[in-house]
Protein backbone atom coordinates (compact mmCIF):
# COMPACT_ATOMS: atom_id res chain seq x y z
CA UNK A 1 0.00 0.00 0.00
CA UNK A 2 1.32 3.80 -0.66
CA UNK A 3 -1.17 5.79 1.81
CA UNK A 4 -1.72 4.77 5.46
CA UNK A 5 -5.67 3.88 4.96
CA UNK A 6 -5.01 1.33 2.02
CA UNK A 7 -7.49 3.38 -0.06
CA UNK A 8 -5.19 3.25 -3.30
CA UNK A 9 -4.72 0.01 -5.05
CA UNK A 10 -1.91 -0.34 -7.10
CA UNK A 11 -1.16 -3.53 -9.34
CA UNK A 12 0.98 -4.58 -12.07
CA UNK A 13 -0.57 -2.63 -14.80
CA UNK A 14 -0.02 0.72 -12.88
CA UNK A 15 3.63 0.44 -14.01
CA UNK A 16 3.28 0.24 -17.26
CA UNK A 17 1.18 3.23 -17.15
CA UNK A 18 1.88 7.34 -16.93
CA UNK A 19 1.83 9.52 -13.87
CA UNK A 20 2.40 12.55 -12.72
CA UNK A 21 3.42 13.81 -9.01
CA UNK A 22 3.68 17.12 -8.40
CA UNK A 23 3.84 19.26 -5.03
CA UNK A 24 6.13 22.33 -4.05
CA UNK A 25 9.87 21.69 -2.77
CA UNK A 26 9.60 20.19 0.79
CA UNK A 27 6.28 18.16 0.51
CA UNK A 28 7.38 14.82 -0.66
CA UNK A 29 6.69 14.30 -4.21
CA UNK A 30 10.07 12.38 -4.77
CA UNK A 31 8.86 10.48 -0.83
CA UNK A 32 6.13 9.44 -2.50
CA UNK A 33 7.58 8.78 -5.92
CA UNK A 34 10.24 6.22 -3.46
CA UNK A 35 6.96 4.64 -1.97
CA UNK A 36 5.79 3.83 -5.13
CA UNK A 37 8.86 2.44 -6.35
CA UNK A 38 8.76 0.24 -2.55
CA UNK A 39 5.32 -0.74 -3.78
CA UNK A 40 6.59 -2.04 -6.96
CA UNK A 41 9.53 -3.89 -5.70
CA UNK A 42 7.37 -6.32 -3.70
CA UNK A 43 5.41 -7.35 -7.22
CA UNK A 44 8.18 -7.37 -9.49
CA UNK A 45 8.37 -4.27 -11.27
CA UNK A 46 11.11 -3.18 -12.93
CA UNK A 47 12.81 0.32 -12.71
CA UNK A 48 15.21 2.46 -14.46
CA UNK A 49 15.02 5.79 -12.20
CA UNK A 50 16.67 9.40 -13.56
CA UNK A 51 17.54 11.12 -10.27
CA UNK A 52 19.05 14.57 -11.08
CA UNK A 53 19.39 15.15 -6.72
CA UNK A 54 20.14 12.13 -5.31
CA UNK A 55 16.63 11.69 -3.80
CA UNK A 56 16.59 8.14 -4.40
CA UNK A 57 19.58 6.63 -2.35
CA UNK A 58 19.33 3.18 -0.52
CA UNK A 59 16.71 1.39 -2.71
CA UNK A 60 17.30 -1.91 -2.09
CA UNK A 61 18.59 -3.99 -5.13
CA UNK A 62 19.66 -1.46 -7.36
CA UNK A 63 22.12 -0.47 -8.48
CA UNK A 64 23.77 3.43 -9.26
CA UNK A 65 25.51 4.80 -11.87
CA UNK A 66 26.78 8.00 -12.18
CA UNK A 67 26.35 9.31 -15.52
CA UNK A 68 29.18 10.66 -16.11
CA UNK A 69 30.68 7.61 -15.36
CA UNK A 70 29.20 5.94 -19.26
CA UNK A 71 30.86 5.37 -21.95
CA UNK A 72 27.95 4.70 -24.30
CA UNK A 73 24.35 5.83 -23.47
CA UNK A 74 23.26 3.84 -26.23
CA UNK A 75 24.55 0.69 -24.97
CA UNK A 76 23.72 1.52 -21.48
CA UNK A 77 20.04 1.75 -22.85
CA UNK A 78 19.84 -1.22 -24.55
CA UNK A 79 21.43 -3.32 -21.65
CA UNK A 80 19.10 -2.00 -19.32
CA UNK A 81 15.77 -2.82 -21.61
CA UNK A 82 17.47 -6.20 -22.04
CA UNK A 83 18.88 -6.95 -18.39
CA UNK A 84 16.03 -5.08 -16.77
CA UNK A 85 18.06 -4.53 -13.93
CA UNK A 86 16.55 -2.32 -11.46
CA UNK A 87 18.93 0.97 -11.69
CA UNK A 88 19.22 4.87 -10.74
CA UNK A 89 20.81 7.19 -12.89
CA UNK A 90 22.71 9.57 -10.55
CA UNK A 91 22.41 12.95 -12.91
CA UNK A 92 23.94 15.29 -10.38
CA UNK A 93 27.65 16.06 -11.05
CA UNK A 94 26.78 15.90 -15.13
CA UNK A 95 26.60 19.26 -16.75
CA UNK A 96 22.93 21.13 -16.57
CA UNK A 97 23.62 21.26 -20.38
CA UNK A 98 24.41 17.69 -20.96
CA UNK A 99 21.84 15.91 -19.08
CA UNK A 100 18.97 16.27 -21.86
CA UNK A 101 21.21 14.92 -24.62
CA UNK A 102 22.54 12.30 -22.63
CA UNK A 103 18.89 11.18 -21.65
CA UNK A 104 17.56 11.31 -25.45
CA UNK A 105 20.35 8.59 -26.11
CA UNK A 106 19.84 6.88 -23.23
CA UNK A 107 16.10 6.36 -23.40
CA UNK A 108 15.84 6.31 -27.35
CA UNK A 109 17.68 3.28 -27.36
CA UNK A 110 16.16 1.89 -24.12
CA UNK A 111 12.56 2.17 -25.98
CA UNK A 112 14.18 1.20 -29.20
CA UNK A 113 15.42 -2.34 -27.41
CA UNK A 114 12.26 -2.96 -25.06
CA UNK A 115 11.51 -6.34 -24.12
CA UNK A 116 7.42 -6.63 -24.10
CA UNK A 117 6.63 -6.68 -20.57
CA UNK A 118 6.09 -3.76 -17.97
CA UNK A 119 8.52 -1.48 -17.38
CA UNK A 120 8.79 1.84 -15.46
CA UNK A 121 10.97 4.85 -16.29
CA UNK A 122 10.74 7.64 -13.25
CA UNK A 123 12.18 10.86 -14.10
CA UNK A 124 12.75 13.50 -10.59
CA UNK A 125 12.72 17.20 -11.71
CA UNK A 126 10.95 16.50 -15.47
CA UNK A 127 10.10 19.95 -16.13
CA UNK A 128 14.33 20.58 -16.94
CA UNK A 129 13.97 18.27 -19.67
CA UNK A 130 10.61 18.41 -21.10
CA UNK A 131 9.56 22.28 -20.30
CA UNK A 132 6.66 24.24 -21.57
CA UNK A 133 7.77 26.36 -24.64
CA UNK A 134 11.43 25.67 -24.70
CA UNK A 135 13.01 22.85 -26.96
CA UNK A 136 15.62 20.35 -25.12
CA UNK A 137 17.07 17.00 -26.60
CA UNK A 138 14.99 14.86 -24.21
CA UNK A 139 11.47 16.65 -24.59
CA UNK A 140 10.22 14.65 -27.86
CA UNK A 141 11.46 11.45 -26.42
CA UNK A 142 9.73 11.78 -22.56
CA UNK A 143 6.23 13.57 -24.46
CA UNK A 144 6.42 10.55 -26.63
CA UNK A 145 6.44 8.32 -23.50
CA UNK A 146 2.95 9.75 -22.89
CA UNK A 147 1.38 9.42 -25.99
CA UNK A 148 1.94 6.22 -27.36
CA UNK A 149 0.42 3.29 -27.17
CA UNK A 150 1.95 1.16 -24.45
CA UNK A 151 1.35 -2.52 -25.77
CA UNK A 152 5.12 -2.79 -25.04
CA UNK A 153 4.29 -2.29 -21.20
CA UNK A 154 6.60 0.84 -20.52
CA UNK A 155 5.12 2.82 -18.21
CA UNK A 156 6.40 6.28 -16.92
CA UNK A 157 6.19 8.29 -13.33
CA UNK A 158 7.61 11.54 -13.55
CA UNK A 159 7.71 14.08 -10.70
CA UNK A 160 7.66 18.40 -10.58
CA UNK A 161 7.89 20.61 -8.22
CA UNK A 162 6.76 23.45 -11.03
CA UNK A 163 3.26 21.73 -13.11
CA UNK A 164 3.25 25.15 -14.62
CA UNK A 165 6.82 24.26 -16.36
CA UNK A 166 5.58 20.98 -17.68
CA UNK A 167 4.76 20.28 -21.16
CA UNK A 168 1.31 20.81 -21.52
CA UNK A 169 1.02 17.32 -23.55
CA UNK A 170 2.71 15.33 -21.43
CA UNK A 171 0.38 16.60 -18.32
CA UNK A 172 -2.97 16.17 -20.48
CA UNK A 173 -2.23 12.62 -21.50
CA UNK A 174 -1.10 11.39 -17.51
CA UNK A 175 -3.62 8.51 -16.72
CA UNK A 176 -2.90 9.30 -12.79
CA UNK A 177 -2.34 12.30 -11.15
CA UNK A 178 -1.04 12.91 -7.71
CA UNK A 179 -0.86 16.33 -6.69
CA UNK A 180 0.09 17.45 -3.33
CA UNK A 181 0.33 21.04 -1.98
CA UNK A 182 0.87 23.98 -4.87
CA UNK A 183 0.71 27.90 -3.78
CA UNK A 184 2.11 29.48 -6.78
CA UNK A 185 -0.76 31.74 -9.07
CA UNK A 186 0.62 29.74 -12.07
CA UNK A 187 0.91 26.28 -10.94
CA UNK A 188 -2.79 26.77 -9.58
CA UNK A 189 -3.72 27.48 -12.81
CA UNK A 190 -2.08 25.10 -14.58
CA UNK A 191 -3.84 22.38 -11.97
CA UNK A 192 -7.27 23.62 -12.61
CA UNK A 193 -7.47 22.85 -16.18
CA UNK A 194 -7.18 19.18 -15.33
CA UNK A 195 -8.90 18.38 -12.69
CA UNK A 196 -12.94 17.84 -13.26
CA UNK A 197 -13.60 20.02 -10.18
CA UNK A 198 -11.91 23.21 -10.24
CA UNK A 199 -13.62 23.88 -6.40
CA UNK A 200 -11.31 20.96 -5.70
CA UNK A 201 -8.00 22.93 -5.64
CA UNK A 202 -9.26 24.73 -2.91
CA UNK A 203 -8.35 21.40 -0.91
CA UNK A 204 -4.98 20.80 -2.96
CA UNK A 205 -3.80 24.51 -1.73
CA UNK A 206 -4.31 23.10 2.24
CA UNK A 207 -2.71 20.17 1.74
CA UNK A 208 0.04 19.21 4.91
CA UNK A 209 3.24 17.67 3.99
CA UNK A 210 2.95 14.10 3.12
CA UNK A 211 -0.81 14.70 1.78
CA UNK A 212 -1.76 13.94 -2.09
CA UNK A 213 -4.95 14.61 -3.68
CA UNK A 214 -5.09 10.92 -5.45
CA UNK A 215 -6.98 11.15 -9.36
CA UNK A 216 -7.08 8.48 -11.52
CA UNK A 217 -6.01 4.81 -9.53
CA UNK A 218 -9.26 3.41 -11.20
CA UNK A 219 -11.09 5.69 -8.68
CA UNK A 220 -14.72 6.86 -9.04
CA UNK A 221 -13.74 10.04 -7.69
CA UNK A 222 -10.48 11.44 -7.06
CA UNK A 223 -9.60 11.59 -2.86
CA UNK A 224 -7.05 12.81 -0.52
CA UNK A 225 -4.62 10.46 1.49
CA UNK A 226 -1.49 10.54 3.85
CA UNK A 227 1.22 8.76 1.95
CA UNK A 228 2.69 5.84 4.07
CA UNK A 229 6.32 5.99 5.79
CA UNK A 230 8.77 4.83 3.69
CA UNK A 231 9.90 1.05 3.42
CA UNK A 232 -1.16 5.18 -20.01
CA UNK A 233 -3.84 4.67 -21.21
CA UNK A 234 -3.88 0.68 -20.50
CA UNK A 235 -4.44 -0.94 -24.02
CA UNK A 236 -5.89 -3.95 -24.52
CA UNK A 237 -2.87 -5.55 -25.66
CA UNK A 238 -0.60 -4.47 -23.18
CA UNK A 239 1.13 -7.01 -21.35
CA UNK A 240 0.35 -8.33 -17.45
CA UNK A 241 3.70 -10.03 -17.25
CA UNK A 242 6.58 -8.52 -15.01
CA UNK A 243 10.13 -9.33 -16.28
CA UNK A 244 12.56 -11.20 -14.21
CA UNK A 245 15.93 -9.31 -14.18
CA UNK A 246 18.77 -10.96 -16.02
CA UNK A 247 21.73 -10.66 -13.66
CA UNK A 248 24.49 -12.34 -15.91
CA UNK A 249 23.77 -10.74 -18.59
CA UNK A 250 23.76 -7.07 -16.76
CA UNK A 251 27.28 -8.30 -14.82
CA UNK A 252 28.32 -9.26 -18.22
CA UNK A 253 28.36 -6.19 -19.98
CA UNK A 254 28.01 -3.12 -17.46
CA UNK A 255 31.96 -3.44 -17.30
CA UNK A 256 32.43 -2.47 -20.70
CA UNK A 257 29.68 0.43 -20.57
CA UNK A 258 30.75 2.00 -17.33
CA UNK A 259 34.02 3.24 -16.40
CA UNK A 260 35.42 1.72 -13.50
CA UNK A 261 37.86 4.34 -13.41
CA UNK A 262 38.03 8.40 -13.48
CA UNK A 263 38.56 9.68 -16.81
CA UNK A 264 37.61 12.42 -19.17
CA UNK A 265 35.13 14.70 -17.85
CA UNK A 266 33.35 14.85 -20.89
CA UNK A 267 29.68 12.82 -21.64
CA UNK A 268 29.60 9.31 -21.57
CA UNK A 269 33.03 9.03 -20.62
CA UNK A 270 34.24 9.76 -16.61
CA UNK A 271 34.20 8.87 -13.20
CA UNK A 272 33.48 5.27 -11.93
CA UNK A 273 29.96 4.73 -10.65
CA UNK A 274 30.64 5.61 -6.53
CA UNK A 275 34.20 7.43 -5.86
CA UNK A 276 36.63 5.04 -3.40
CA UNK A 277 36.59 7.36 -0.85
CA UNK A 278 32.44 7.02 -0.77
CA UNK A 279 32.73 3.06 -1.26
CA UNK A 280 34.95 2.91 1.70
CA UNK A 281 33.85 5.24 4.77
CA UNK A 282 30.06 4.70 5.52
CA UNK A 283 27.12 7.30 4.96
CA UNK A 284 25.29 8.94 8.32
CA UNK A 285 22.47 5.89 7.21
CA UNK A 286 24.84 3.64 6.82
CA UNK A 287 26.24 3.81 9.91
CA UNK A 288 23.20 3.76 12.03
CA UNK A 289 21.53 0.89 10.11
CA UNK A 290 25.55 -1.15 11.09
CA UNK A 291 25.52 0.03 14.18
CA UNK A 292 21.68 -1.30 15.17
CA UNK A 293 22.61 -4.33 13.31
CA UNK A 294 25.40 -5.09 15.66
CA UNK A 295 23.77 -3.65 18.61
CA UNK A 296 21.06 -6.68 17.82
CA UNK A 297 23.33 -9.14 17.23
CA UNK A 298 25.29 -8.55 20.36
CA UNK A 299 22.19 -8.66 22.03
CA UNK A 300 21.82 -12.48 21.34
CA UNK A 301 25.11 -13.64 22.43
CA UNK A 302 25.01 -11.46 25.48
CA UNK A 303 21.28 -13.09 26.38
CA UNK A 304 22.67 -16.86 25.21
CA UNK A 305 25.95 -15.67 27.43
CA UNK A 306 23.54 -14.93 30.45
CA UNK A 307 21.76 -18.00 30.14
CA UNK A 308 24.07 -20.12 29.29
CA UNK A 309 26.55 -19.14 32.67
CA UNK A 310 23.22 -19.71 34.64
CA UNK A 311 22.37 -23.08 33.12
CA UNK A 312 26.69 -24.34 33.47
CA UNK A 313 26.34 -22.82 37.21
CA UNK A 314 22.71 -24.53 38.14
CA UNK A 315 22.38 -27.40 35.94
CA UNK A 316 23.98 -30.55 34.74
CA UNK A 317 24.37 -31.42 30.98
CA UNK A 318 22.70 -34.74 30.43
CA UNK A 319 24.66 -35.21 27.42
CA UNK A 320 28.36 -36.11 27.42
CA UNK A 321 30.91 -33.49 26.45
CA UNK A 322 27.93 -31.18 26.18
CA UNK A 323 28.31 -28.44 28.20
CA UNK A 324 25.09 -26.89 29.83
CA UNK A 325 26.22 -23.56 28.73
CA UNK A 326 25.92 -24.82 25.01
CA UNK A 327 22.32 -26.65 25.66
CA UNK A 328 21.24 -22.91 26.76
CA UNK A 329 22.72 -21.38 24.23
CA UNK A 330 21.01 -23.40 21.26
CA UNK A 331 17.58 -23.39 23.27
CA UNK A 332 18.07 -19.64 23.18
CA UNK A 333 18.86 -19.38 19.65
CA UNK A 334 15.81 -21.73 18.71
CA UNK A 335 13.31 -19.37 21.06
CA UNK A 336 14.71 -16.26 19.16
CA UNK A 337 14.38 -18.02 15.68
CA UNK A 338 11.23 -18.80 16.29
CA UNK A 339 9.73 -15.81 17.10
CA UNK A 340 11.60 -14.22 14.33
CA UNK A 341 9.34 -16.63 11.83
CA UNK A 342 6.48 -17.34 13.30
CA UNK A 343 5.20 -14.94 15.77
CA UNK A 344 3.01 -11.91 14.34
CA UNK A 345 5.35 -9.16 14.86
CA UNK A 346 6.08 -5.69 13.89
CA UNK A 347 9.05 -5.15 11.56
CA UNK A 348 11.38 -3.62 13.95
CA UNK A 349 10.63 -6.35 16.82
CA UNK A 350 11.03 -9.42 14.47
CA UNK A 351 14.29 -7.85 13.25
CA UNK A 352 15.57 -7.48 16.63
CA UNK A 353 14.55 -11.20 16.80
CA UNK A 354 16.33 -12.28 13.23
CA UNK A 355 19.70 -10.93 14.30
CA UNK A 356 19.54 -11.70 18.11
CA UNK A 357 19.30 -15.20 17.02
CA UNK A 358 22.20 -14.72 14.68
CA UNK A 359 24.17 -13.03 17.56
CA UNK A 360 23.32 -16.34 19.89
CA UNK A 361 23.84 -18.77 17.01
CA UNK A 362 27.43 -17.64 16.93
CA UNK A 363 27.72 -17.75 20.58
CA UNK A 364 26.26 -21.15 20.05
CA UNK A 365 28.84 -21.89 17.71
CA UNK A 366 31.66 -21.06 20.19
CA UNK A 367 30.74 -22.73 22.89
CA UNK A 368 30.67 -26.10 20.66
CA UNK A 369 34.21 -24.93 19.71
CA UNK A 370 35.22 -25.11 23.27
CA UNK A 371 33.41 -28.50 24.50
CA UNK A 372 35.58 -29.94 21.47
CA UNK A 373 38.36 -28.32 22.78
CA UNK A 374 37.87 -29.44 26.46
CA UNK A 375 36.89 -33.33 25.45
CA UNK A 376 39.41 -34.31 23.60
CA UNK A 377 42.07 -32.56 26.17
CA UNK A 378 44.13 -30.75 23.75
CA UNK A 379 46.07 -27.40 24.74
CA UNK A 380 45.36 -24.97 22.49
CA UNK A 381 47.67 -21.68 22.55
CA UNK A 382 45.71 -18.57 24.49
CA UNK A 383 45.86 -16.50 21.03
CA UNK A 384 43.79 -18.86 19.28
CA UNK A 385 41.01 -18.96 22.48
CA UNK A 386 40.95 -15.10 22.20
CA UNK A 387 40.03 -15.81 18.41
CA UNK A 388 37.31 -18.00 19.02
CA UNK A 389 36.30 -15.55 22.02
CA UNK A 390 35.92 -12.65 20.08
CA UNK A 391 34.57 -13.73 17.02
CA UNK A 392 31.34 -15.56 18.96
CA UNK A 393 31.41 -13.91 22.11
CA UNK A 394 31.85 -17.49 23.84
CA UNK A 395 33.69 -17.41 26.78
CA UNK A 396 37.13 -19.89 27.48
CA UNK A 397 37.81 -23.31 28.09
CA UNK A 398 37.01 -23.26 32.01
CA UNK A 399 33.70 -21.19 31.19
CA UNK A 400 32.50 -24.25 28.97
CA UNK A 401 32.92 -27.10 31.87
CA UNK A 402 30.71 -28.03 34.47
CA UNK A 403 31.49 -26.19 37.75
CA UNK A 404 34.07 -28.43 40.03
CA UNK A 405 33.38 -30.51 42.95
CA UNK A 406 35.60 -28.39 45.66
CA UNK A 407 34.87 -31.18 48.41
CA UNK A 408 37.91 -32.66 49.59
CA UNK A 409 36.84 -34.43 52.39
CA UNK A 410 37.32 -38.11 51.19
CA UNK A 411 41.45 -36.90 52.01
CA UNK A 412 41.26 -37.04 55.68
Known amino acids: MIDTKNIIKIDSKYFGETSIILAKRGFGK ?10 GLKIGATFLVIDPQDAYLNLEGFD ?24 VIRMKRMKIQDQPIFLKVLLDNYKRHITKGIQTIVIDEIHKYAPEGEKTAAKDTIRGMFQENRSDGLGAIVVTQRISRLDKTILSQADHLVIGKVTSFRDKESIKNYIDDPKELDKIVKLKIGEFYMYGFDLETPVTVNIRKSLSQH ?3 SPKNLLNEDKSLYSKYIGNIVKKHKGDNKMGAVSEVVDTTKSIIPSMDSFKSLSLMGMKMSLGAATSGMVGTLANNYIKSPIPYVSSRTLAAGVTTIVFYAGYKKIPLGAGVKDVLKYAAAGSSAFT ?38 KADTNTNFAA
Not at 64 to 87: F, R
Open 64 to 87: YIDAESVKSASNLGILLSQSHKNV
Open 365 to 402: VGSILFDVIAAVNVNIPPLAQSMIQFGTGAGGIAAAQT
Open 235 to 237: SGG
Open 30 to 39: SYTARVIIED
